[in-house]
């Protein structure tokens, strides 16, 4: 982690640069020409209504998802149709989706060893020291050997972190990763992912959970139809003395 | 109460009273709960299974019933050559075997590998067949004597249905040195027709025919000529009438004679003045003959007719001596045959011609001389005689006189014909016996003696049954049934200049009830060796590889087994074992092989280090093939690639390889170390002495192909001339590729990418046109692939490339070395395509050592591992000069070889091609069935991947392929192969109808199988690919170690279900021609011996196939419940 560090430490400018970009599903334009900076280490909470098009934001971010006008550069690489740059923003970038998608087919091992071993070549007893390194991080050591099927959900989704780090990315992305989970699970996530943007990670997390965006976040952003309608820290977000954008006042009156 | 239920709302209830845990009700648990939870459940459950299990009972005891008492097992046994591999050529068995035994060998190793836990399991149930095998038949020969056989001898004609047969006069046998032949006439045995019919012995065509005859034709009682004097006399008067009765049902076809005989009977004897008491007698049993006659349908009109004319003729004409002789052969051949009515018209004009014949050729007799006619006493004994004929058929009439003729029998020497025993056998004579003095063929020699007529039955002990049909065989063998003692001889025994009718003795056409004595020793012992014969080898090379796959799982680095001498020692002797008790099974050291001795020791000991060595360098190879992944892991791998290679492996080897000679082999050979030197290359290729070898070995390659070539073609200028063209065009074309390198950077990237474009288009188009010049090659030709070179190294020096990419070089030569091989007049397609094939083998394996050298892994691995330090650099060097020694010597090598005949290059092939067109049997099944599988499973795969491609032509075609096979029937898939294919290129008329086939099956199957594995895929969430992607897998790599497998392994059921299906359906090749194992069921049943013994032939191939299918199930299920179908086995 402490190599990690420095390598962001050097730089100061933004890891991620999203400039008027646009996607359309069809005829429907889910995103309206978004524009977004992400500063290395820095911990970006979106929230949201459903269907507003946050999780097709990050989704694009590492091409799950394609865009179609605009710019994306991450890790100061251009997306565009180059495979080539495509297979390098995704090694660079670490994915942890709503519904997990472990590998049901391997042991939780296999599952984070694969990529190391396929992508980064690594063999497989240094992939397989920084995986019990990693599931030690997420406090599953025990489960190296099982299935996913024999997991809890919260088990599931610290592997699937596990997973996302095991290639030793710079950017993480989270998916809504608790709202799949039990009231009791949600919180041994959470803790994880909190370890993980103390540590320097840098971090787009859609999420629902308000505690964490007012604990850990650096900034927050509220989107509506494809919009990004407000930005701002979480203090000034979560206080009402501030003055909010109607819908985002509209969505906070919701759920707090 | 509803203030109660309020107060007990405000209150907290704890409940602090444990009672503890108490144990169930006897009733509920145990073998009692077992048989009142699932058999007895309730009235109507215990009905259900009291009828259903009274109903298995009586299917199983028909069955066993069946088995033991009427069905005649040498269908299957006689015939298990056939069964297994038709009539395969006898010198190439040792490659089903080779096969059989390399599939005993994986199948040990994936046991070890796979199959940790149940192989205690498999070992016991292994290690009891095998000893029920060895042992059995051992104990059952001591235990149970052989029954006698039985066989006829005499110079009397005996009825079998429309022929009639006399008993063989000399009989060849087999006898061991020190066995005891005793012979007897077997008067016991035909006193009464219960015991002869139920002769379950090994009895000759006519003993048999006896015996149906008694026992087909006769309702147990039979009328003999003691019975009828008694009659007479008197003596059987009670029930006589009615037993009579009885017997005259039993002649369904002669009723009607029976009616017209007893008419003329009458007539006769009514002119015959009577002077005794015997006619009086007569005359009344005809009366009562003839009641008995009434209520009988008079079918045979024409019978009627013959006899009426015959009673015409003996009215009106003289009755003479000859007459009642004419009659009574006339009558007995009558009733003795069963014949359509037709014949039997034919028959009845026949008989009056005769009789008209033989009543006009004595003109002189008066026809009206009554005084002529006297109660004579032969006309009498006629009378009696025909009597008795008319009530017993005539081959159970010359039954019941045997036994009393005295027999005269010798035995001989088959080969001298020398004399060694003889006597005359009578019933004053007990038993006469004869000690067999060497192993080997003997003759029988029986006889009635001089000047006598008659036949008896004999019976004999230690003369057994023979076959010459043996599992393996490569010189004429000839072996006993029953304890498989086995005589090697180049022919039959001959007898007078013709061959001892041996197979007479195994003609074994049972008719009665046998009893399980018999049955055990007749069947199980010849049945269990030829079984052991297959599966002794089988098992013991499983049992060799498990302990190999053992080895190799548990040994990595500093656990390895070889780093302790005591754990070498014993994999030593663990490993060894079995193969040396193998070798020493099939002889192949010791047996036929003019090996003995000290250099049998030597060869062995030799064998046994052998052993060990290879287990060695496959450890090495293991470890240092992928390092840092576990010998489990890599031995998996090694089983995958194994198995994978396994179909095609069993079909080169089984079908032979044409053109594989010695100088091809030794072609081979020096490609292999070419492929080492590659490898060493491939590790240094960064420095510049990897890279002058790469591009010097590659040319020297060619040259060393050439030589190799020139060797049978002879030199000439024109050739070495085109050699050295080559060399120096090569030289010029590295030359102008490094002057492009250093000019490289000043380019601009718009000059680099048109530059590589034009440079392709140029390259194919000469590419192309070089090709269709390959026929008329000359220098013009050799001019274009010199100036290809050029645009080679123009192609590579505009694409951009930062170095000299290996890719590029590689593709490059490739290309180059076809297009130069086109323009070389003496090299024929196949060979460049073989050719062509090498240098890919040896690009990949350049790659991979490039690769190893590249990945950093690699890197620290040299630096811990003596072998790459050693190697890296030493190593290449000795490749090299390995290599270009072969290069020299290899042609003089061979040349001398020849010249010695060693090595036979042109006239003898190492693996010369069988003749496909007698493939047949259980080889050709599982050869349909593997390759099927084998071919049908990638293919399958691809167009199940191309289905679900983005690309809309190889979606549409996958799809358009895919529907239109499974829209059509495999009868007609076959039908197209096999002559439809013909039609539309004659050229393929040569390939043999089992590949095409093959191919059939297998293009059929892969839609199919298509489908189940998109089935498969499309149950994969989307996720998957998500998740594999956002971790930086590739498209290909996704589909390889995330899909699939996960495809793969929902549908295991479908695809092992296509795979048995496949299996089954590969008796439809029947229909073009070939004798799969049904189609040989089919010829069995034909064969004169077993003529529709449809019941055992079908039985025992259904058995073969049920093995195999349940084995395919079996392992599909044991593939599911691994790895994490064994949680989805549990959460189920």
């Known amino acids: ?256 | 109460m509803s203030e109660q239920r309020n107060a007990d709302a405000n209150r907290t209830i704890i409940n602090r009273h444990d009672e503890g845990t108490l144990p169930p009700p006897k009733l509920e648990v145990g073998l009692v709960g077992w048989l009142r939870q699932n058999l007895f459940g309730s009235p109507a459950d215990a009905v259900v299974t009291i009828l259903s299990s009274l109903l298995i009972l009586v299917l199983v005891y028909g069955f066993f019933d069946w088995s033991v008492r009427t069905a005649n097992w040498f269908t299957v046994i006689n015939n298990q050559r056939l069964f297994m591999m038709e009539s395969f050529e006898p010198e190439f068995e040792w490659r089903l075997a080779l096969t059989v035994l390399l599939s005993a060998l994986l199948t040990g190793i994936s046991l070890a590998a796979w199959a940790r836990r149940s192989w205690l399991v498999l070992a016991g149930l292994s290690v009891t067949l095998l000893a029920a095998l060895a042992l059995l038949p051992p104990i059952i020969d001591a235990l149970i004597p052989q029954p006698l056989s039985y066989f006829t001898a005499g110079n009397v004609e005996i009825v079998d249905r429309a022929s009639t047969l006399t008993p063989q006069h000399d009989l060849a046998f087999i006898a061991q040195a020190g066995e005891t032949v005793s012979l007897r006439l077997a008067l016991d045995e035909v006193a009464d027709i219960e015991t002869l019919s139920n002769l379950a012995g090994f009895s000759d065509r006519v003993a048999n025919a006896l015996a149906n005859a008694a026992h087909n034709r006769l309702d147990r009682q039979v009328i003999t000529g003691e019975t009828f004097d008694r009659m007479l006399s008197g003596e059987l008067t009670e029930g006589l009438e009615e037993r009579t009765r009885l017997n005259i049902r039993t002649f369904t076809r002669t009723n009607d004679m029976l009616t017209s005989t007893a008419q003329y009977v009458e007539t006769i004897t009514g002119r015959l003045t009577a002077t005794d008491g015997t006619v009086a007698e007569l005359r009344l049993w005809l009366g009562r003959l003839e009641r008995a006659a009434l209520g009988l349908d008079p079918r045979e009109d024409a019978i009627l007719a013959a006899v009426e004319a015959v009673e015409d003729g003996a009215t009106t004409l003289s009755m003479t001596d000859r007459v009642p002789a004419v009659l009574h052969d006339a009558i007995a051949e009558l009733t003795a045959r069963t014949l359509a009515s037709e014949q039997l018209e034919d028959l009845g004009e026949m008989l009056i011609l005769q009789l008209s014949e033989d009543l006009i050729g004595q003109p002189d007799q008066s026809n009206d001389d009554e005084e002529l006619i006297t109660p004579l006493p032969r006309e009498a004994a006629f009378l009696r005689d025909m009597w008795v004929r008319l009530l017993t058929p005539q081959s159970v009439l010359d039954l019941y006189q045997l036994g009393q003729t005295p027999m005269a029998v010798a035995i001989r020497d088959a080969q001298t014909y020398a004399l060694l025993a003889e006597t005359v056998l009578s019933e004053a004579s007990d038993s006469v016996s004869f000690d067999v003095p060497a192993d080997g063929w003997y003759i029988l020699s029986k006889d009635a003696l001089a000047g006598e007529t008659g036949t008896a039955i004999l019976a004999a002990d230690g003369i057994h049954p023979i076959v010459e049909r043996t599992l393996s065989a490569t010189e004429s063998r000839f072996v006993r049934l029953t304890d498989n003692e086995l005589v090697i001889s180049d022919s039959r025994p001959q007898i007078d200049g013709k061959s001892a009718p041996f197979v007479v003795l195994i003609d074994n056409q049972f008719r009665g009830l046998r009893d399980l004595k018999t049955y055990l020793v007749h069947f199980i012992p010849p049945f269990f060796e030829q079984a052991e014969r297959l599966l002794l080898p089988f098992f013991m090379t499983l049992a060799w590889g498990f302990a190999l796959g053992r080895a190799l799982a548990h040994m990595s680095g500093e656990n390895s087994i070889f780093n302790s001498t005591s754990s070498r020692l014993s994999v030593l002797a663990w490993s060894t074992t079995p193969l040396l008790v193998l070798l020493a099974y099939f002889g192949l050291l010791d047996g036929a092989a003019p090996i003995q001795g000290a250099p049998a020791v030597v060869l062995k000991i030799a064998a046994a280090a052998g052993v060990v060595l290879l287990v060695r360098y496959i450890e090495d190879w293991l470890s240092r093939a992928n390092p840092g992944e576990d010998a489990e892991g890599s031995l998996s791998r090694f089983l995958m690639y194994g198995w994978g290679a396994f179909p095609f492996l069993m079909y080169l080897v089984v079908s032979g390889v044409s053109g594989l000679s010695g100088g091809a082999l030794g072609s081979i050979v020096g490609g292999l170390i070419w492929l080492l030197l590659m490898y060493f290359i491939g590790l240094n290729y960064r420095n510049a002495l990897g890279y002058a070898l790469l591009i010097g070995g590659f040319f020297a390659q060619i040259l060393q192909s050439f030589v190799v070539n020139l060797v049978w073609e002879g030199w000439n200028s024109e050739a070495v001339g085109a050699i050295l063209l080559w060399l120096v065009i090569a030289a010029i074309g590295v030359i102008a590729g490094q002057r492009g390198a250093a000019l490289r950077g000043s380019l601009t990237a718009g000059m680099k990418r048109y530059g590589y474009l034009i440079s392709c288009i140029v390259f194919l188009f000469i590419f192309v046109d070089t090709n269709t010049l390959a026929d008329g090659a000359d220098g013009s030709a050799t001019l274009l692939a010199g100036l290809a070179v050029v645009f080679w190294l123009a192609w590579m020096f505009f694409s951009g490339a930062t170095r000299w990419s290996s890719n590029r070089i590689i593709i490059g030569l490739l290309l180059l070395t076809f297009l130069w091989m086109q323009s070389w007049t003496m090299v024929d397609r196949w060979s460049t395509i073989y050719f062509v094939l090498w240098l890919t083998a040896g690009a990949l394996t350049f790659k991979r050592g490039e690769r190893a050298q590249s990945e950093p892994y690699k890197a620290e691995d040299m630096q811990r591992s003596p072998i790459y330090r050693r190697y890296s650099i030493q190593g290449m060097l000795a490749a090299a000069g390995v290599w270009l020694a072969a290069l020299l010597l290899l042609p003089s090598l061979i040349a001398g070889l020849n010249a010695q005949g060693i090595l036979q290059t042109s006239p003898q092939e190492l693996l010369p091609l069988s003749d496909k067109r007698i493939w047949g049997g259980l080889m050709l099944t599982m050869q349909l069935t593997i390759l099927g599988v084998g071919a049908s499973f990638p293919i399958g795969l691809a167009l199940a991947l191309g289905r679900r491609s983005n690309l809309p032509v190889v979606k549409y075609a996958c799809i358009l392929y895919i529907e239109v096979v499974r829209g059509v029937p495999l009868i007609t898939v076959l039908f197209l192969a096999v002559l439809m294919v013909p039609l539309v290129d004659p050229t393929l008329a040569s390939i043999e109808n089992a590949v095409r086939a093959w191919v059939g099956i297998t293009l059929f199957s892969a839609a199919y199988l298509a489908e189940n594995v998109r089935g498969g895929l499309q149950s994969i969430d989307r996720g998957q690919t998500e998740a594999a992607q956002a971790v930086g897998l590739s498209t290909w790599q996704t589909t390889l170690h995330i899909l699939l497998p996960q495809a793969l392994r929902a549908v295991i059921p479908a695809l092992v279900g296509q795979f048995i299906s496949l299996f089954k359906d590969t008796s439809l090749v029947f229909i073009v021609g070939l004798a799969e194992i049904v189609g040989i069921a089919n010829r069995v049943v034909a064969q004169a011996e077993f003529l529709g013994r449809r019941q055992e032939t079908f039985l025992y191939v259904a058995i073969l196939f049920f093995v195999f299918s349940y084995i395919m199930s079996y392992i599909s299920r044991k593939i599911e419940a691994t790895g994490s179908g064994a949680i989805r086995a549990q959460q189920l």
């Open chain 1, 1 to 256: 982690m402490q190599e990690l560090n420095q390598q962001v430490m050097a730089s100061d400018e933004p890891i991620i640069i999203c400039r008027e970009m646009n996607k359309w599903f069809g005829d429907f334009h889910v995103l309206r020409n978004i524009t977004l900076e992400v500063m290395p280490q820095e911990v970006l909470v979106i929230i949201g209504p459903s269907g507003s098009g946050k999780s097709t934001l990050i989704r694009c971010i590492n091409r799950l998802e394609e865009h179609q006008d605009g710019r994306i550069v991450v890790n100061g690489i251009e997306l565009s149709h180059d495979v080539q740059n495509i297979a390098e923003i995704r090694r660079e970038t670490g994915m942890v989706f709503q519904q997990f998608n472990l590998f049901p087919h391997l042991t939780v091992m296999d599952n984070i060893t694969l990529a190391p071993m396929k992508v980064r070549h690594w063999a497989r007893d240094k992939a397989e020291q920084r995986a019990m390194e990693l599931l030690e991080r997420v406090e599953i050591p025990e489960q190296a050997c099982k299935y996913p099927g024999q997991l809890s959900g919260g088990q599931q989704q610290r592997v699937a972190i596990a997973r996302a780090l095991a290639m030793e990315p710079r950017i993480m992305l989270f998916d809504e990763p608790t709202s799949a989970l039990d009231p009791e699970m949600i919180k041994e996530v959470l803790d994880v992912m909190k370890e993980l943007a103390l540590s320097g990670m840098t971090m787009l997390v859609v999420t629902h959970e308000m505690g964490f965006a007012r604990e850990v976040a650096d900034r927050v952003i509220f989107m509506d139809m494809g919009r990004i309608v407000e930005e701002g820290p979480p203090e000034n977000f979560f206080s009402p003395d501030i003055v909010h954008h109607p819908r985002t006042q509209e969505f906070l009156d919701q759920i707090l």
